[in-house]
């Protein structure tokens, strides 16, 4: 079974600064997908970026980017420039050819003014 | 465009009541998906569905029911509430089981408290 672990419960960030998100994840499969997904107080899940395992070239969107180590399973987000609406939980997530998506316990990320 | 709706938004239950959490999806997706989500904690996969009349367990499935007479609706069903499936439910689709790389579709949840 895949596990995924995010050792941040908490993390803050000033407005426009940047701040990493770390997550480790366990999986004896060699083609997957990881993604990440931010949940604000609203409580919907919203995609944020989504990474190949097949791919080298880490994943972009916009301020938010990924470093994903597959030899080290680690695969962190970093956002860039914060912005007081990125304040929300953001879960990193692992998805195998069995189609269930693994979820990691989540990280808290306030940002201040 | 609808997506994925999901109700009740919130819901009280005595322990020992049933309910029927109701999930209904607009895009044709064939894969469908019942997450809870306890406080501090990510979500946990309690039944999903690759199609009409298919259903199959997740991790956490006791104490739940399911069933997916049509595409579109795939409701969850608790017999006997317990303190411990106070938590909040999400419901979520996918189109296709052929590509990994499906995004998720997720309901905006709903907030249940077993008392």
Request: net charge neutral; glycine share 6%.
């Amino acid at each position: 079974a895949q596990t995924v672990t995010q050792s941040q419960p908490e993390m803050s960030v000033q407005e426009a600064e940047t701040v990493t998100l770390s997550c480790t994840y366990d999986t004896s499969e060699s083609d997957y997908y990881l993604f990440w997904y931010k949940q604000p107080p609203s409580r919907q899940m919203i995609l944020v970026i989504r990474q190949e395992a097949y791919k080298q070239q880490n994943a972009t969107e916009n301020r938010f980017s990924v470093n994903f180590q597959k030899a080290a399973k680690s695969f962190s987000l970093k956002i860039s420039d914060s912005q007081l609406g990125d304040a929300a939980m953001y879960f990193c997530a692992f998805h195998n050819a069995g189609n269930m998506l693994t979820f990691g316990g989540g990280t808290r990320l306030m940002v201040k003014p | 465009n609808a997506g994925v709706t999901q109700t009740p938004k919130f819901r009280i239950l005595k322990i020992g009541q049933s309910m029927t959490l109701q999930c209904t999806q607009d895009m044709n997706h064939n894969y469908m998906y019942w997450y809870r989500q306890d406080p501090g904690m990510g979500l946990k996969l309690i039944y999903y569905s690759v199609g009409a009349g298919i259903t199959d367990k997740g991790e956490v499935p006791n104490g739940y029911n399911v069933s997916r007479s049509t595409t579109e609706d795939f409701p969850l069903r608790l017999e006997l509430a317990a303190p411990s499936q106070t938590s909040v439910y999400f419901c979520a689709s996918s189109y296709s089981p052929d590509s990994l790389n499906e995004k998720l579709f997720f309901g905006s949840g709903t907030q249940l408290s077993v008392l």
